[in-house]
């Protein structure tokens, strides 16, 4: 049989190996709008789907988990062709911490190749940010064109990727092609998160109750809503509308044996890394957020342009809509002259633009569209769908619109295609003749100016001066003294060489100079930390273990993971326990335990530490902690033993995650999502022998057996006996999956298991024993639901 790694895309799901055999029905419903060309459509489409909701426009809004970035033919930005799957599981996990394992860039792995690659969302996130100011007439053109929002709301899905190659240069001269580069636009001004002064002692813990719980929208410091919390509750609506498209209703139906797949990723764990990397805030202690270029557009109705746009600049350097203290200024003016191809006199239009080239530089552009809206049924029109990286609150105000308006309506918008090529064009001449031109060109003068007198003798020199100030009193416990820039209102101002090589490091990433990033921040490590700029502190641990993860190295294993490891170790402990930064957390642990994964060997152990870590601390709400169990059931399946016998294997540690995942869904009523957990376990408790499972264990085997009651109670199961089965044309049922494989020959278990449980009284009583396996997994034709010997026969034991 073909490998499951090697099979092409469009091969249907009933071909694929899988744990046990079912029979459903031959006729299903097509997902709405769905494509099956992709796997993670593959795996939806098995399921009987039906339509509960009045309103069948909602349906559009799940669409980011019922059909992947990437497979949707309607992109404004052609996506990378999907026949560039991810790399084998075998290809992925050599080991780097260990020995002879590959020593290169992940970026040279084909890890990012897929939409919905971890890596590939990183990549997504830490991208150069434009920001749209433009004036009123402009924004009613837009509106004419159906986009209430404005420029920015027509501009956004083009930027998640740049049409075309682009060529970076790094800062050794270097010159290297990417396919896959993007920026981000946003409003002016909004997304700011306003500093927080020094004051001694700990920060007061956000108003949040335990594992993420409050009555209403938990809030954050400063009253604002909490970022995590409103990310679980978009991830939650998508488990519902899942579980409630998926559960038949009409006629009993048995529920997908589907495993967890070890190559795609999870389409809501990817939904829950996008929303929560979407929502970078802009803030002082980080310049991703930060502008690097603003808009600044009128359209061919202004009576007065040139005063206009002159008004428009007023407005960002010195008006009231100027961004706060801390943000650097000088960021580059991009003047946008919006062309009504219906309406306005083009050579007026051209007379305009000359005359804004001689006023503003070179940097503007003549954007030529129809201020018409487009209708479906034009004959040149495009479906424009919604932004991937639109921000969880966003998000959250769409799904409830649709819930509380009967009349809502669909709301993916048309527009022209001669729209969507100009449209493409202004922005990959934008971003590469004037974005990466002025970061390239940022990089290199603060490299020379300020980084590299850092990193010389005497700027370690000044550092330990700054550090051991003799001959003055001791510092203040709040950490600002007189040799510090480092302010009091919570903060380093733009001209100060800390905010300098931030910013620059932040450059660095943004157009993927890794080695440079590194570096930068390792500087900057120790200067934040003298000065007891936790948040910064933390910041720049956090990009530079995640820089040295992305990177080629050289060190030794042991070094390399000593020091990932202090870094994610000060970072974890400044933003939770120092900052109280509940975000930071998170973002920081889930990252590194991705990037661990991709590494392979040693590293999947170091991942599922730190996401152990996360869930003792409790950071995550029940959405998020049932997702990174079955993540780090994922971790341990993906890491290959060594030899014949597969010694180093992590397929009884992968099972216990799964069955723990399972077990956090059921809590939740998330019956679907728990059987593909259980069915990941009986999977992976298969391929052990007899001597290593669970069946010889009655309180595990009890525990597994309780939880396949609640499960079958919770999906309605009703399993047909023979005798109803009928051989009826259209109706006759189909083989949904083949029959599981023979259990390996036994082999003498020659350790114990050292998994450390952190379930529940139930599940932690699966830590006292060796596990022993159980046999080959699949459900019987008759089954007596209340004979609990009889459950025992469903897979576990």
């Given amino acids: 049989m073909q490998p499951l790694e090697d099979a092409p895309l469009t091969e249907p799901v009933q071909s694929l190996p899988m744990a046990a055999a079912m029979r459903l029905p031959r006729q299903r419903q097509s997902l709405p709008g769905g494509d099956s060309s992709h796997p993670l459509d593959a795996s939806l489409h098995s399921l009987p789907l039906r339509e509960r909701r009045a309103n069948p426009s909602a349906a559009s809004l799940f669409r980011s988990t019922l059909t992947p970035p990437g497979s949707r033919s309607a992109s404004p930005a052609p996506s990378l062709s999907l026949g560039t799957r991810s790399p084998s599981r075998a290809a992925m996990s050599g080991s780097v911490f260990g020995g002879g394992g590959f020593k290169q860039s992940l970026l040279d792995t084909g890890a990012a190749d897929s939409p919905g690659d971890p890596l590939n969302l990183i990549l997504k996130s830490f991208v150069p940010h434009i920001a749209i100011h433009g004036s009123q007439d402009v924004n009613d053109l837009v509106a004419e064109k159906g986009f209430a929002g404005g420029l920015w709301e027509l501009l956004r899905p083009f930027g998640e990727r740049v049409q075309g190659k682009v060529a970076i240069r790094d800062s050794n001269g270097g010159s ?8 981000r636009f946003t409003r002016f001004g909004e997304g700011i998160e306003d500093s927080e002064p020094v004051a001694g002692g700990m920060r007061s813990p956000p108003l949040m109750a335990v594992n993420g719980q409050a009555g ?8 604002r809503p909490n970022l995590i919390a409103q990310v679980e509750r978009v991830v939650d609506r998508h488990l519902n509308y899942a579980e409630d498209a998926y559960m038949g209703i009409t006629s009993p139906t048995t529920p997908t044996r589907h495993s967890l797949d070890l190559d795609a990723t999870s389409p809501y764990y990817a939904l829950y890394l996008r929303r929560l990397l979407s929502g970078i805030p802009l803030s002082s202690h980080e310049s991703f957020a930060h502008p690097v270029a603003c808009v600044m557009a009128i359209s061919s109705r202004n009576p007065s342009p040139i005063e206009a746009l002159r008004r428009l600049y007023t407005e960002t350097s010195s008006g009231e809509h100027r961004l706060p203290q801390w943000v650097d200024g000088d960021y580059l003016r991009y003047y946008v002259l919006v062309h009504d191809e219906e309406r306005s006199d083009i050579t007026k239009s051209m007379a305009l633009f000359d005359q804004m080239k001689r006023h503003f530089g070179l940097h503007c552009h003549l954007l030529r569209i129809r201020s018409s809206e487009s209708a479906e049924t034009d004959d040149d029109s495009i479906p424009l769908p919604r932004s991937d990286w639109m921000t969880a609150a966003e998000e959250l105000a769409d799904i409830e619109k649709s819930e509380s308006q009967e009349d809502f309506e669909d709301p993916t918008r048309h527009i022209f295609e001669s ?6 064009t202004f922005i990959r001449e934008m971003v590469i003749q004037s974005v990466i031109p002025t970061m390239e060109r940022n990089i290199s003068v603060w490299n020379d100016q300020v980084a590299s007198r850092r990193r010389g003798i005497s700027g370690r020199f000044m550092s330990l001066s700054k550090r051991w100030t003799f001959g003055s009193s001791s510092r203040s416990s709040s950490g600002v003294g007189g040799s510090t820039n480092y302010d009091a209102l919570g903060f380093y101002r733009p001209d100060t060489p800390e905010a300098i090589m931030r910013r620059l490091a932040d450059f660095a990433f943004m157009l993927r100079d890794w080695k440079l990033a590194m570096s930068t921040y390792d500087l900057l490590r120790t200067d934040f930390q003298n000065d007891k ?6 910041a720049a641990n956090e990009m530079a273990a995640l820089s040295l993860l992305i990177m ?7 070094t390399r993971i000593e020091t990932i490891n202090q870094m994610l170790e000060q970072a974890f402990y400044s933003y939770h326990i120092r900052c109280q930064s509940l975000y930071g957390a998170i973002r920081c642990t889930v990252l590194a335990l991705e990037l661990l994964r991709l590494r392979g060997g040693s590293g999947i152990d170091e991942a ?3 996401g152990i870590r996360v869930l003792e601390a409790r950071l ?18 993906s890491k290959q033993g060594t030899g014949s016998q597969a010694w180093g294997s992590r397929k009884r540690k992968s099972a216990l995650w799964s069955v723990l995942g399972a077990e956090a869904w059921i809590a939740q009523s998330k019956f679907i999502q728990a059987q593909r957990c259980l069915n990941e376990a009986r999977k992976m408790y298969s391929l052990l022998p007899g001597e290593c499972g669970v069946q010889n264990f009655a309180v595990a085997s009890d525990f597994l057996a309780h939880l396949n009651d609640q499960l079958k109670e919770g999906l309605r199961i009703e399993i047909p006996t023979r005798d109803d089965e009928t051989d009826d044309g259209d109706e006759e049922p189909e083989l949904l999956m083949d029959e599981e494989s023979e259990t390996l020959d036994r082999r003498r278990a020659r350790r114990t298991s050292l998994i450390i449980s952190s379930g529940g009284g139930g599940a932690a009583s699966l830590e006292t024993a060796p596990l022993t396996p159980l046999a ?3 459900l019987s034709a008759v089954e007596d639901e209340g004979d609990v010997a009889s459950s025992r026969q469903d897979g576990f034991g």
């Avoid at 290297?176 to 920026?183: A, G, H, N, P, Q």
């Avoid at 080629?552 to 042991?558: A, E, F, H, L, Y």
């Avoid at 995550?620 to 399946?637: F, H, N, S, W």
Wanted: aromatic letters at 10%; charged letters at 25%; proline letters at 8%.
């Fill in 776 to 778: 080959p997994a699949r």
């Fill in 216 to 223: 209403g929208i938990p809030k954050g410091p400063g009253g």
């Fill in 552 to 558: 080629p190295q050289n060190m030794s294993s042991k």
């Fill in 176 to 183: 290297r092609t990417w396919e896959d580069f993007s920026v």
């Fill in 620 to 637: 995550m709400g029940p959405v998020g902690d049932a997702l990174l169990k079955e993540r780090m059931a994922i971790c341990y399946a």
């Fill in 608 to 610: 599922v530490r730190w």
């Fill in 533 to 538: 700029a936790w948040k910064y502190h933390a």
């Fill in 419 to 424: 729209d969507a090529t100009a449209i493409r």
